[in-house]
């Protein structure tokens, strides 16, 4: 139990265009879902907290007009890369709860963004 | 300000025992989790702590001290599989995740 899928696994795009990542939780109803960022060998960065039917809370520095992030069901939330720049290119992880912010947190295999 | 430390690497042997400890200082404290996390994927749960104590699952085992603000994950008869970076992470009071910067444990034949 407690699968989490993202797609796509990896992307390259060019420096201005939008790319979308998709999280689904496979086999249970996520109530809560988080969007993390990690550069090589550090650790995970939260961007945002987004809870299904409302608007996500993102984290300080995350820019919301830039990381456009839609829950717009218990088992499915999208991370939209709007404009996206070299300095963007990173590995983009979902993870998933069932019981809200204070439940564990399953992770999906994330994506890697190569921002061309 | 809030603070999660944990050993940058460390190198262990094939068969052996390693562990790896975490410190940590947040404002409240609702759950410490130990993550595993392989080279170019994501985090996977190992274990969840409250209550003090050791909670063993298999080859794994998690220990926590609130009063002294520690905990330490507990590796037995090491793999090769067992190379990667574990995180640790603390619920604060606002039920949010504050990560460490993870160890990265090396297995040696």
């Known amino acids: 139990g407690a699968v989490v899928s993202q797609h796509p696994s990896r992307v390259i795009c060019k420096s201005g265009t939008s790319v979308k990542i998709e999280c689904r939780s496979l086999d249970f109803q996520a109530t809560t879902m988080f969007w993390y960022r990690q550069f090589p060998k550090q650790s995970l960065m939260l961007m945002a907290t987004?809870?299904?039917?409302?608007?996500?809370?993102?984290e300080q520095g995350v820019e919301k007009d830039k990381f456009l992030i839609n829950h717009a069901s218990l088992t499915l939330s999208t991370l939209t890369v709007t404009s996206a720049h070299p300095e963007d290119s990173s590995f983009y992880i979902c993870s998933a709860s069932s019981g809200g912010a204070m439940e564990t947190q399953y992770f999906g295999p994330g994506t890697r963004l190569l921002v061309l | 300000g809030q603070n999660i430390d944990q050993p940058t690497e460390m190198t262990a042997t094939e068969g052996a025992i390693v562990q790896i400890n975490c410190t940590y200082q947040?404002?409240?404290?609702?759950?410490l989790f130990w993550y595993q996390q392989h080279a170019g994927e994501a985090p996977t749960f190992l274990s969840y702590n409250v209550l003090d104590g050791l909670e063993e699952k298999g080859r794994f085992s998690s220990f926590l001290s609130r009063s002294k603000g520690y905990s330490y994950l507990l590796l037995k008869e090491l793999q090769m599989k067992d190379s990667a970076s574990y995180l640790c992470a603390v619920m604060d009071s606002n039920y949010q995740l504050i990560w460490g910067a993870g160890t990265k444990l090396i297995i040696k034949p």
């Open positions: 947040t404002s409240g404290f609702n759950g």
């Open positions: 987004s809870n299904e039917g409302s608007k996500a809370t993102y």
